[in-house]
């Protein structure tokens, strides 16, 4: 991250004797992506930011799972960052805040979230929804786009897989509907996790009831960070499960887009 007029000012008025510093407004920020094209329409400077409740037994970063994973970084700074691409993305594309959770650190998703909007930019939060009750009406008011990650359908499975309950996620889509924000949902398709076709035809049943769900990636389990969960001395579950066939994948896409959504 480049360094900024702020950090100068504080030195300055350090040296001058000044010595009452202005609250700053940090945040624990894991990794940029500064030519996303998966997160969210167009190319994106996706924010990774660290910590997150959920342990998804398929998470290929687990070296966001904890805050201090991170860098503690002044939001004056990211948004010099992000600000040093506006031209790129401006026209056709954005910046997305993923993770990680980025709600476990709402505050800093808002500031950061309030400068690219002033910076004309637009806005999308990759999250989980289960800490949805900490992105408050200010918080969404900056944010163009939500991908919500649905996880799973049941609540039972929802629990097995990523440790915590369903519950939260599925009220948070339903304040999103009750806004009318837009919403990219995503499903990672996982054989033998969640490729119960009946369980999926209700997620796609309520997804469509919803009314603000725009699209659906149902998005292949792969095993690209197998690797870190060694690295970190972490069991990995899925050791001996496959990728899913392009067949159950079309399946799966053809049972959103029977309920009357787009789904690729
Ligand atoms: S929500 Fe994302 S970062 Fe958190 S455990 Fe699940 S896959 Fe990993």
Redesign the pocket.
């Known amino acids: 991250m480049p360094a900024t007029n702020f950090a100068s000012a504080c030195s300055a008025a350090t040296s001058s004797g000044v010595s009452a510093r202005p609250a700053l407004l940090e945040g624990w920020v894991h990794s940029t992506e500064t030519f996303g094209t998966a997160d969210g329409p167009g190319i994106r400077y996706v924010l990774f930011l660290s910590g997150?409740?959920?342990?998804?037994q398929?998470?290929?970063?687990?070296d966001?799972?904890h805050r201090q994973d991170g860098t503690l970084t002044p939001v004056e700074d990211v948004l010099a960052d992000i600000g040093s691409y506006r031209g790129f993305i401006r026209a056709n594309g954005g910046v997305t805040l993923s993770?990680?959770?980025p709600l476990v650190q709402a505050r800093f998703c808002k500031a950061v979230l309030q400068g690219c909007k002033a910076m004309g930019l637009h806005t999308a939060l990759d999250t989980?929804g289960?800490l949805g009750n900490l992105a408050d009406d200010e918080l969404l008011a900056n944010v163009d786009l939500v991908l919500l990650?649905i996880?799973a359908a049941s609540g039972r499975r929802y629990h097995q897989l990523?440790g915590v309950e369903l519950k939260p996620t599925i009220k948070f889509a339903e304040d999103l509907a009750a806004i009318n924000k837009a919403v990219w949902l995503r499903y990672?398709l996982v054989p033998g996790l969640t490729d119960n076709l009946d369980e999926i035809e209700s997620l796609a049943t309520f997804a469509a009831g919803l009314g603000n769900v725009e699209r659906v990636d149902v998005l292949p389990f792969h095993k690209l960070g197998e690797h870190k969960w060694r690295d970190r001395g972490l069991d990995y579950r899925l050791e001996r499960v496959e990728p899913p066939s392009q067949e159950l994948l079309e399946t799966v896409r053809q049972t959103f887009r029977a309920a009357g959504l787009l789904a690729h």
């Open positions: 997150c409740p959920l342990r998804c398929y998470c290929h970063n687990p966001t799972w993770g990680g959770e989980s289960y990650d996880k990523t990672v």
